[in-house]
Nanobody
Framework: QVQLVESGGGLVQAGGSLRLSCAAS????????MGWFRQAPGKEREFVAA????????YYADSVKGRFTISRDTDKNTVYLQMNSLKPEDTAVYYC????????????????WGQGTQVTVSS
């Protein structure tokens, strides 16, 4: 098991940037693929981005490709989501998640979750 704590959310104007962080506890962080998901009010949780255990493979939802970047720092046990050119439709609670094995776009395959951090983009 790994415990996850997100930070970095907030209120930003459209076109602005935020960087989310996900700090993981546990000595086996490097064994986990990591993902970012988001959930807006009244909507299902959706995939945003994922990264392999070694950081060599990354995956993005079409809606954020070219604007968001996922990365990980194994020394700091932290995963980041750099979000640029934010849009009002990016407003949601963003969750960090971890799973053993390969990354997935399916949130049901992740068994470790953070508490979420709110991102609000004003128009």
């Amino acid at each position: 098991q790994v415990q996850l704590v997100e930070s970095g959310g907030g209120l930003v104007q459209a076109g602005g940037s935020l960087r989310l962080s996900c700090a993981a506890s546990g000595r086996t962080f490097s064994s986990y693929a990591m993902g970012w998901f988001r959930q807006a009010p009244g909507k299902e949780r959706e995939f945003v981005a994922a990264i392999s255990w070694n950081g060599l493979s990354t995956y993005y939802a079409d809606s954020v490709k070219g604007r968001f970047t996922i990365s990980r720092d194994t020394d700091k046990n932290t995963v980041y989501l750099q979000m640029n050119s934010l849009k009002p439709e990016d407003t949601a609670v963003y969750y960090c998640a971890a799973k053993i094995g390969t990354p997935s776009r399916n949130y049901a395959l992740y068994d470790n979750w953070g508490q979420g951090t709110q991102v609000t983009v004003s128009s």
